[in-house]
């Protein structure tokens, strides 16, 4: 059995925006940011790493996903994706450079509360 399947949690970048592809279709993209903290052995000090993911929603999700704004905190799932696009060397060079991106084409998102931060209260505990 084969399995590609990711979830991430963390926060928006930036404001998701909608694009179109050559071949006329249209999808939506955002940057999430998760974070890994952990305390170091030798100095016992705190250290933390933030990585950078980029997140492509197709079809009807995308409508969805259009809608999230820097600083949300959202849960997504769906499969890694590596691709190769070519971009044009800069210089007087006409040589193009391959390069090569790893994103996550979501297939669910989950948008998490964060309404009481907003509000300047406390979350409500539930028993």
Do not use: C
């Not at 952990?38 to 000090?45: G, L, N, V």
Request: cysteine-free.
């Amino acid at each position: 059995m084969y399995l590609n399947n990711a979830t991430l949690t963390g926060f928006l970048g930036s404001d998701a925006g909608t694009r179109t592809s050559k071949n006329n279709t249209t999808f939506t993209v955002f940057s999430l940011a998760t974070k890994n903290s952990w305390k170091d052995r030798e100095t016992s000090e705190w250290t933390s790493h933030t990585e950078w993911h980029r997140a492509v929603v197709f079809r009807r999700l995308k409508d969805f996903a259009a809608t999230l704004k820097k600083g949300d905190h959202v849960q997504i799932q769906g499969q890694l994706r590596t691709r190769e696009y070519e971009k044009p060397a800069e210089g007087k060079e006409k040589a193009s450079i391959k390069q090569r991106i790893t994103e996550i084409r979501v297939t669910s998102i989950l948008k998490l509360d964060r309404s009481w931060k907003q509000d300047g209260g406390q979350p409500e505990e539930v028993a």
